[in-house]
């Protein structure tokens, strides 16, 4: 047995049982759940590289319409031919503000076929209301009202529904246009506002001892805002293949050297491959570009990742008239500058399940090299539904940081960034050890 420290040489060591001949548990098991194991390929991959896809289709994506049939200017009720229609948060259905007559938008993935099984995926699979943002068109939009023919003026920024100044109707826009304002599909709210406000006045509760007296002071839960974001759902069927060499310390001991005791170990090294098919499910990219800056200095974007997951899969046809009496942001962020984004959660996805069939190596594994290969993707622009509570704190120098408390409008699951009044959190900062819970809440609060 030699001793063998983290940088020692592979060579003189007595035992090294190559990982090519592996045994059954050796096997790592695929990324997802429903995924099949895959064989492991030989060692010498020379020549024979299974990451050609003869069916990929190259870079052309096949676009999947999915406004088919939708309709712009007024939508009606069926019983009654109103147009006073809106969520009914507490059934999750569209509901008609005169005859209450409800009714419901389809299921989005499965009316257009876009739930099929990951392993199949191959190429790029696009919903129209994803495709590329053309500059040139209009934020601002005008309507002939088909009730009166005024023209009605929507500004697809904020919402993709006006009200006839003329007759009241109201105009809902449901095809897509190439800014990004309509998207593939919609999650609606099902938490109501009331129980939002009590999320919210309860986690600001908690942290107000912390809390800057002027935001105590203007604190008022009841200001919140329901808005529908814009978000990417990312579908990925990737092939992937690490090598390198992993560490089991079989000994440790300590050697007198001079004066001096040093620790030993003696390890074996080992040769280390896995080779796994990886379906990712639902990953969900965030498409404003706003939210997408994550700078920590100036906003707390952050938190948004910390509400999810959001049950994607009950997204409905995209129908305005969801959005009423809500808000939404308007997706500006094309496929080009997001697919590297979804690349690298997926691959962090991978590394993280790999790990797991890892602890054998008690030493540790180091890669040399990572492929994974991206056979088929699927992109489906969503709106999800998120209770906004803001604030606008004004710091020295004219700055200001944007802080929020948000709660998911599925789940209803609550984080959120309070202003900390810093005088006060330096003088508990002493005794704060006392306290485990109090540590976390003070990095909460502070943004962290
Ligand atoms: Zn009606
Ligand atoms: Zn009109």
């Not at 229609?85 to 005859?99: D, E, P, Q, T």
């Not at 919210?200 to 974001?229: D, Q, T």
């Not at 200095?297 to 995209?318: A, C, G, H, L």
């Not at 209803?412 to 540590?439: A, C, R």
Request: charged share 20%; proline share 5%; aromatic share 8%.
């Amino acid at each position: 047995m030699d001793n063998l420290n983290a940088d020692s040489p592979h060579t003189g060591h007595a035992a090294p049982v190559p990982e090519a001949a592996p045994s059954a548990a050796e096997v790592a098991p695929p990324a997802a759940a429903e995924a099949p194991p895959t064989p492991p390929a030989s060692v010498d991959a020379g020549g024979s590289a299974p990451v050609a896809q003869e069916d990929a289709g190259g870079d052309t994506p096949r676009i999947v319409r999915t406004d088919e049939g939708a309709e712009d200017g007024l939508t009606k009720c069926a019983r009654c031919g109103s147009t006073e229609i809106s969520l009914n948060v507490a059934s999750g259905n569209l509901r008609c503000g005169f005859c209450r007559f409800e009714w419901t938008a389809e299921n989005a993935l499965e009316a257009f076929d876009l739930n099929g099984d990951i392993g199949k995926l191959s190429g790029i699979v696009v919903g129209s209301g994803s495709s590329d943002i053309i500059p040139s068109v209009e934020e601002v939009l005008t309507f002939k009202c088909s009730a009166c023919g005024a023209e009605v003026v929507i500004d697809t920024n904020n919402s993709t529904q006006a009200r006839c100044h003329w007759c009241r109707n109201t105009l809902s826009m449901n095809q897509q246009v190439d800014n990004g304002a309509v998207p593939d599909m919609i999650l609606p709210f099902t938490i109501e506002k009331a129980s939002a406000v009590e999320r919210i006045a309860k986690f600001v509760g908690k942290r107000k001892f912390f809390a800057h007296p002027e935001f105590r002071r203007e604190f008022n839960a009841s200001n919140v805002m329901g808005v529908y974001l814009p978000y990417m759902v990312v579908d990925i069927n990737a092939h992937g293949r690490f090598t390198g060499q992993g560490e089991h310390q079989t000994r440790s001991y300590t050697v007198k050297v001079g004066d001096n005791d040093q620790r030993r170990y003696d390890a074996d090294r080992y040769s280390v491959m896995r080779e796994f098919d990886i379906h990712v499910n639902d990953l969900t990219v965030e498409s404003s570009s706003d939210r997408l800056d994550q700078d920590t200095s100036k906003n707390s974007n952050n938190i948004i990742n910390t509400i999810m997951p959001f049950d994607i899969e009950n997204s409905v046809r995209y129908d305005s008239n969801y959005l009423s009496g809500f808000t939404s942001e308007r997706r500006d962020s094309n496929l080009d500058q997001l697919t590297p984004i979804a690349h690298t959660q997926a691959a962090d996805v991978t590394r993280h399940r790999v790990n797991d069939t890892l602890k054998f190596y008690d030493r540790g594994v180091r890669w040399d090299s990572e492929e994974v290969d991206v056979r088929g993707q699927r992109w489906v622009s969503a709106y999800l539904p998120v209770w906004l509570y803001s604030y606008q704190q004004k710091k020295s120098g004219g700055k200001t940081f944007l802080h929020y408390v948000a709660v998911n409008g599925r789940t209803g699951e609550t984080m959120g960034s309070v202003p900390v009044h810093q005088g006060k959190l330096l003088l508990v900062s002493g005794i704060v050890q006392l306290f485990g819970t109090v540590i976390g809440l003070v990095l909460v609060a502070v943004g962290v």
